[in-house]
């Protein structure tokens, strides 16, 4: 119902007001009958957790790559962040993706005024969808929440949140289970007993490395879409351009994530139907097999 909201609300504006141009820029400036200051927040609110989010999961994604690099092993990591094991959905992804994030870097070079009609109603209804994820998260974040504190776990669930081994955007419809989207943790193997012992002897400082760089993310990306958004004049250029480049590439994320839903839900479905098939035609066997013993005693009966 969260994840609908947005939409449902975005629906009903460009239903009224149209799809030109000047609708989205209307909308943007908050111009519109239907957009209230509640609706302004909740857009601002929305788009500093979807950029804070993405920029700790791609400090995640680095802090990982370079475990991968020390261990040699750069294709497991590779392997870990891509999350396909089905080739079709993999190239569907792949190719999404990259025509999302073309278009995305297309409106961040050129603004959104340079883009042609049909690209910019592509880009909004990729902000319509980062949006109504955030939305879903919050509402996803806020039960998880109320559900780890009747069950007593608490404690663990605010640890997991200082040690950014979660994300609130990783309780919404594109996490699993509310664990954190790319902090499952990859487990290298050690070449020796002597190359074990070094690591665990280091283990402990690293992870307080790991999480004040983390902190840091997270600090420096409040800080800068703070400043772009409600103080504009004494944003530097390249802080905009980070939050905006932030902003485009969370669509292409968003791509990827639906494609292998809808992939891996579609393959899912069949593979639930052919194990029903397969079901009834093993218990048509059976039946036919107590049928066959059941003529077979008659006929041994009568001889």
């Not at 400090?59 to 294709?75: K, N, P, Q």
């Not at 009609?117 to 919050?138: E, K, M, N, R, T």
């Not at 879409?225 to 250029?237: Q, R």
Request: some cysteine; proline content about 2%.
């Amino acid at each position: 119902a969260a994840f609908l909201a947005p939409i449902a609300f975005e629906v009903r504006i460009h239903l009224v007001n149209g799809l030109g141009r000047e609708t989205f820029e209307r909308e943007e400036a908050c111009d519109l009958a239907a957009c209230t200051k509640a609706w302004e927040g909740f857009i601002n609110f929305a788009e500093l957790i979807c950029r804070v989010c993405l920029a700790i999961l791609l400090a995640g994604c680095l802090w990982e790559l370079a475990r991968a690099i020390i261990h040699r092993d750069v294709i497991q990591w590779a392997r870990w962040v891509l999350q396909s094991d089905q080739s079709c959905a993999f190239l569907l992804a792949v190719l999404l993706s990259s025509f999302t994030f073309a278009i995305g870097m297309w409106g961040a070079i050129v603004g959104d005024e340079g883009l042609p009609h049909w690209a910019l109603v592509y880009s909004h209804c990729a902000d319509v969808f980062c949006h109504a994820i955030i939305a879903s998260a919050i509402m996803g974040f806020s039960l998880d929440l109320v559900l780890a504190t009747v069950e007593c776990r608490l404690k663990s669930f605010i640890t997991r949140l200082l040690q950014c081994q979660d994300t609130i955007e990783a309780h919404g419809v594109s996490g699993e289970d509310g664990q954190g989207e790319l902090f499952g943790g990859l487990a290298f193997p050690h070449k020796d007993e002597k190359q074990a012992a070094r690591h665990a002897k280091h283990r402990g400082w690293l992870k307080l490395v790991r999480v004040a760089f983390m902190w840091s993310v997270f600090a420096f990306t409040l800080w800068a879409y703070s400043i772009s958004t409600y103080a504009p004049n004494a944003s530097p250029d390249w802080v905009s351009t980070a939050v905006d480049f932030l902003g485009r590439f969370c669509w292409t994320g968003i791509a990827w994530w639906l494609t292998l839903s809808l992939v891996s839900r579609s393959r899912a479905e069949e593979l639930g139907e052919s194990s029903l098939v397969s079901r009834e035609i093993a218990e048509e066997l059976g039946e036919s097999s107590t049928e066959d013993g059941s003529s077979s005693r008659s006929c041994s009966t009568s001889d």
